[in-house]
Structures are given as structure tokens and as C-alpha cells.
């Protein structure tokens, strides 16, 4: 299984201001053939379902502010949301579909300095 | 608007059996991959199970052990999850999700129902 760490597990940032959070792959997830990344993240807030920012490593979801995005490629990816609003506190979890089991990160907690 | 409502979820006993069902709308279900996925409380993800549109391909979670079976009726618009045998550890809610599409991540996600396996 390809197992997917997070780093920090929780960040503190202050209103206005850019969280970084990465996430790397114990195997490259980049698929030659298409030269995809099989990376998505996913925002989760207090009793709610995860919901999808990413995929591809930097294809924001419909309706997904352009503060987020992600980038990397092979095994280190980062999502990065500027200027940070209220309503961006949530634990944030990257996950692979390059194979099965798709596997998740064990999230990162963001909340407001 | 696309919709995933989860039921079926409950307390059952360590070895017991329940059967989640997945009711969706405001898309065509046959169109989609589908999957399950589970969050253990105050814990992380994990990916189930998922299946093909006309549910000719499912793939599971090794650690599951057989115990768990995926299926899906497109003329009831509706996924299912049978689970079998269940344990402590299978204590989670679970989600169904609707796929991008096969190798995809899960764009849209129901509420979510609570299996909790205790004596």
C-alpha cells in the first residue's frame, strides 16, 4: 500500500496570511503514460463530510476559491491556501488514487492564529 | 443538486452483521463509479471499497478480509455495503461517495451513518 505521511499534523496562521501544508507518498504517483499526479486533497470541518479541493495535484474542484492550490509532482505535494479566511479552519487530508487501496494522509488541523 | 443519503447504520454486537445503503439523486447513478469510505472517530480516512458503474468491477481494502461486500442497484439508485463479522475496529462512520470517475477521488459525499460494534 502506498502510504501517505502529512506534514505539520496542526498549524496555526494568522488571518490574511499563507498555510502550507505538505504531503508525500511513500511511492511516486505520477503516471508517465498521462503525466497525472493521482493526488487529491480535502477539506474536513467539524461534523461534515470531507469535501474535495484538488485533484491532479492542482485541479481546483468546481466552486473552490483560488486561494487553494496545490502543487508538486511524484512523491511531495503542498497545499498552499493564501490569505487566510475564518472559514478555512478544518483538518485537510491528501489522498492517492494511483492505486488501490487509495490511501490517505492522517490530516493536518489548521486553525487561526 | 446531487444528493447521498446514508442508512442502515446502528450498535451492533462483535461478530454481527449490518447492511448500509446509499440513496442518491440529482444524477445519473449508472454513470458513476462509487464508493465507501470510513472515519473512526476523532480519527483519519480510510478508503473501503469501490465499484464500477454497472458493478461488473469492485476492489476492496485488503485489510477487510472478505468480511465486506460492496454492491449497488442502478434501478433503485441506490449503493450498498454488507459487512460481515464485524469487529471493534470497524467502529467508524461511513461514507459513500460519488467518483470522478474510475482512479478518481470522491467529488461528492453523504452525511455519513455511524456503525458502532460493542457487547
Known amino acids: 500500500d502506498i502510504v501517505m505521511t502529512q506534514s505539520p499534523d496542526s498549524l496555526a496562521v494568522s488571518l490574511g496570511e499563507r498555510a502550507t501544508i505538505n504531503c508525500k507518498s511513500s511511492?511516486?504517483?505520477?503516471?508517465?503514460?498521462?503525466?497525472?499526479?493521482?493526488l487529491a486533497w480535502y477539506q474536513q470541518k467539524p461534523g461534515l463530510p470531507p469535501k474535495l479541493l484538488i485533484y491532479?495535484?492542482?485541479t481546483r474542484d468546481s466552486g473552490v476559491p483560488d486561494r487553494f492550490s496545490g502543487s508538486g509532482s511524484g512523491t511531495d505535494f503542498t497545499l498552499t491556501i493564501d490569505s487566510l479566511q475564518a472559514e478555512d479552519v478544518a483538518v485537510y487530508f491528501c489522498q492517492q488514487y494511483y492505486s488501490t487501496p487509495y490511501t490517505f494522509g492522517q490530516g493536518t488541523r489548521l486553525e487561526i492564529k | 443538486e446531487v444528493q447521498l443519503v446514508e442508512s442502515g447504520g446502528g450498535l451492533v454486537q462483535p461478530g454481527g452483521s449490518l447492511r448500509l445503503s446509499c440513496a442518491v439523486s440529482g444524477f445519473t447513478f449508472s454513470n458513476y463509479w462509487m464508493s465507501w469510505v470510513r472515519q473512526s472517530p476523532g480519527k483519519g480516512l480510510e478508503w473501503v471499497a469501490n465499484i464500477k458503474q454497472d458493478g461488473t468491477e469492485k476492489y476492496y481494502v485488503d485489510s477487510l478480509m472478505g468480511r465486506f461486500t460492496i454492491s449497488r442497484d442502478n434501478t433503485e439508485n441506490s449503493l450498498y455495503l454488507q459487512m460481515n463479522s464485524l469487529r471493534a475496529e470497524d467502529t467508524a462512520v461511513y461514507y459513500c461517495?460519488?467518483?470522478?470517475?474510475?482512479?478518481?477521488?470522491?467529488?461528492?459525499w453523504g452525511q455519513g451513518t455511524l456503525v458502532t460494534v460493542s457487547s
Open positions: 511511492r511516486s504517483v505520477l503516471y508517465s503514460s498521462s503525466s497525472k499526479n493521482y
Open positions: 461517495a460519488r467518483d470522478l470517475g474510475k482512479w478518481e477521488p470522491h467529488q461528492h
Open positions: 491532479w495535484a492542482f
